[in-house]
């Protein structure tokens, strides 16, 4: 009974390629988010998903693409990965835009990029 | 420009001491300030503060927020070492942008 679930939770893969990361909430949220987390442990948003609709989207390099498909899903895709983009990606969601909510997290993504 | 910003970065106590952790912040048009306890990977949701003045507590944990001087304290008492984790801050404004400090790391030694 998963409430933010993340797959896969670890990828390791060569520059270049190109790879997608899922996330699930089974809380009935109305938003989700995307954040990454660096080597230092510093949290940065990505972007916010609310009813499917993007909200936020910082400024984050164009070869990543979120996609939501639905309340429930905010898949992440990235294109031509590069060695910084080596990180915890963490997927979390919450009722109400804006943190004025609980944000619940998923468990993160760790991506290696070699 | 919107930041937050938490200190100590790192701090080590023994078990059974207490623990004040800061958290000021620079945001246009405040809505709330939350605390997340991260420990190996997720964070986990401590508390959300929106009003001054109001503390928050839950078990040894406790939390308040002054609006006015644009900061918060989370405190904990009696440490166990279960406590060891990383504490962060984040706080939202009306724009819907959550912005995150770089966390305090708390070392509990037993």
Known sequence: DTAVSQTPKYLVTQMGNDKSIKCEQNLGHDTMYWYKQDSKKFLKIMFSYNNKELIINETVPNRFSPKSPDKAHLNLHINSLELGDSAVYFCASSQLAGGGDTQYFGPGTRLTVL | ?110
């Open chain 2, 1 to 110: 420009e919107d930041k937050v910003v938490q200190s100590p970065l790192s701090l080590v106590v023994h078990e059974g001491d207490t623990v004040t952790l800061n958290c000021s912040y620079e945001v246009t048009n405040f809505r709330s300030l939350l605390w997340y306890k991260q420990e190996k990977k997720a964070p986990t949701f401590l508390f959300m503060l929106t009003s001054s003045g109001i503390e928050k507590k839950s078990g040894r944990l406790s939390s308040i927020l002054d609006k006015k001087e644009l900061f918060s304290i989370l405190n904990i008492t009696a440490t166990q070492t279960g406590d060891s984790a990383v504490y962060l801050c984040a706080v939202s404004g009306r724009d819907d942008k959550i912005i995150f400090g770089k966390g305090t790391r708390l070392h509990i030694l037993p």
